[in-house]
C-alpha cells in the first residue's frame, strides 16, 4: 500500500472514533503531559528558532542549550557504537571521486542507522493507532506522550489522543537518504569543514552558549552564535533528523511526505520542504536537488 493510501485509512479511523475518545483523552491528560514545544527540563529541550537570522546556510539551537543536551535527548540510541571509529581525512583525497565515495561511504549507514531508529518508534505509534478501536491502555497513553515529548508535539490541556496521534503520524517517519546526504556534502563541503572535522558537525547547526560549539571564523560583527559541537557524528545525525522531523520551519516537508508515495525520487520532492533551511531559500533547494541528481545519490534510498 502507498503512503499516501496508508496515512488516509490512518487518519480516517483517527477521525471516526467516538465514545471511548472522552475516556481515552481524560486518561492521556494523567500521563505527563508536554507543555507548549518544550519540555519542563531546558536542559533537554532543543529548537531551532526562526526568528534568529541565519547566515551561510546554517541552522541553530536554542540559546541556552548545549548541543550534547540536545542528542541525549533525541534518540535512546547507543551512541558508543561509533564513537571510536577512524573518521576519514577528506581533505587529503585529491581525487573527487575517490573523495565523494569515501564520503558516502562513510556517512551513508549512519543515516540508515536513524532512520532505523525513527521506523522503530514508528512502528510502536501505529501499533497504538491499531488498538484505538477497542480502546487505549495505559501504556499505550505512555507510549503516546513519550513520543510526544520526542517528537516536540505541541500538546495543551485541550489536546485529545487523535490529535496528538495525528501530529505524530506526521513527524515521526523516516528521511530519505539521498537528502540527507546532500544537505551533509553541501554543509560539510564533502567532509572537509572545519566544522566536521572538529567539531563532528556536517549540517551547520548553530548554538548560541559560550562554549558550545567553534566560532566561526567570518562571523559577522555583533552575531554570537557558534558553530555546534556533537560527541560523534552519529549524535549530530540524529539531531538534525530529528530538527528536520519536528520544527515547525519543515511543516511543509512533512505534509509532502504524508502524502508521498515512496519513491526513489522522494529526496528530490521533499527537498522542496527544506526552503527555510537556509537564507538562500529556493535557490538552496535547487542545490541540493541538483546535488542528488548529479551525484546519483537516490541509490542510497532503500
Not at 487518519?11 to 503531559?33: E, I, K, R, W, Y
Not at 536554542?62 to 577528506?90: C, K, M, R, W, Y
Not at 558516502?104 to 522503530?120: D, T
Request: charged content about 25%; glycine content about 6%.
Amino acid at each position: 500500500m502507498g503512503r499516501m493510501k496508508r496515512f488516509g485509512i490512518i487518519v480516517s479511523t483517527l477521525l471516526l472514533m467516538g465514545v471511548q475518545s472522552n475516556q481515552q483523552d481524560a486518561a492521556f491528560h494523567q500521563q505527563p503531559a508536554l507543555e507548549g514545544t518544550e519540555s519542563s527540563d531546558r536542559s533537554t529541550t532543543v529548537v531551532v528558532v526562526d526568528e534568529r537570522p541565519l547566515a551561510d546556510d546554517e541552522t541553530a539551537l536554542e540559546e541556552g542549550v548545549s548541543p550534547e543536551a540536545a542528542t541525549s535527548n533525541v534518540f535512546a540510541a547507543n551512541l558508543t557504537e561509533h564513537s571510536f571509529e577512524q573518521v576519514p581525512d577528506f581533505r587529503s583525497m585529491t581525487v573527487v571521486s575517490d573523495k565523494k565515495r569515501a564520503f558516502l561511504e562513510f556517512l551513508a549507514p549512519k543515516v540508515h542507522a536513524s532512520n532505523e531508529s525513527i521506523q522503530a518508534d514508528r512502528i510502536q505509534l501505529l501499533s497504538v493507532v491499531a488498538r484505538l478501536y477497542i480502546g487505549l491502555t495505559d501504556a499505550d497513553l505512555e507510549q503516546v506522550n513519550a513520543l510526544a515529548r520526542r517528537y516536540k508535539v505541541p500538546m495543551t490541556a485541550k489536546t485529545t489522543v487523535r490529535q496528538a496521534i495525528h501530529e505524530l503520524l506526521l513527524r515521526v517517519d523516516q528521511i530519505p537518504v539521498s537528502l540527507v546526504l546532500a544537505q551533509g556534502a553541501t554543509e560539510s563541503g564533502w567532509g572537509t569543514s572545519r566544522f566536521a572535522r572538529d567539531a563532528n558537525n556536517y549540517f551547520g547547526i548553530w548554538c548560541f552558549t559560550a562554549g558550545c560549539g567553534l566560532t566561526p571564523l567570518a562571523r559577522d560583527e555583533g552575531r554570537s552564535h557558534q558553530v555546534a559541537h556533537f560527541e560523534t557524528v552519529d549524535a549530530g545525525v540524529r539531531y538534525y533528523m530529528n530538527n528536520i522531523n519536528t520544527h515547525r520551519a519543515y511543516a511543509k516537508f512533512r505534509q509532502l511526505r504524508a502524502a508521498l508515495d515512496p519513491s526513489d525520487q522522494a529526496g528530490l520532492v521533499l527537498a522542496d520542504g527544506l526552503a527555510h533551511y537556509s537564507e538562500r531559500g529556493e535557490e538552496y533547494v535547487q542545490d541540493i536537488k541538483g546535488m542528488i541528481r548529479y551525484n546519483q545519490l537516490a541509490r542510497f534510498n532503500p
